[in-house]
């Protein structure tokens, strides 16, 4: 069965730090997009930050950073581990929101992904 599942959130205040991760079991994230989004309350769920599989088989076959979070975040793999994980730095009140990581083989779109995290939330308040 396949679960990705999702780290890291928390409370911090504006200018600090995070690090989300994304454990995978029953699948290895190597071979697939994988993406991060988020939801804010009353909001549509965005793209935040996306990165390509390691072997170039996918569609997509980039690294991609929403302009709201470019310069501040970073995504990242540990093939070891089978996680993903989104450094985020100088975080702002803008930034709460519950954020998710999902995986597709194909694409990095929101609709198009095939699995989904159940989500981690993250709340930058003073």
């Known amino acids: 069965q396949v679960q990705l599942v999702e780290s890291g959130g928390g409370l911090v205040q504006p200018g600090g730090s995070l690090r989300l991760s994304c454990a995978a079991s029953?699948?290895?994230?190597?071979?697939?997009?994988i993406g991060w989004f988020r939801q804010a309350p009353g909001k549509e769920r965005e793209g935040v930050s996306c990165i390509s599989s390691i072997d170039g088989s996918t569609y997509y076959s980039s690294t991609y950073y929403a302009d709201s979070v470019k310069g501040r975040f970073t995504i990242s793999r540990d093939g070891a581990k089978n996680t993903v994980y989104l450094q985020m730095n100088s975080l702002k009140p803008e930034d709460t929101a519950v954020y998710y990581c999902?995986?597709?083989?194909?694409?990095?779109?929101?609709?198009?992904?095939?699995?989904w995290g159940k989500g981690t939330l993250v709340t930058v308040s003073s």
């Open positions: 029953g699948l290895n994230l190597d071979y697939y997009v």
């Open positions: 999902a995986a597709s083989l194909v694409d990095c779109i929101t609709h198009g992904m095939d699995y």
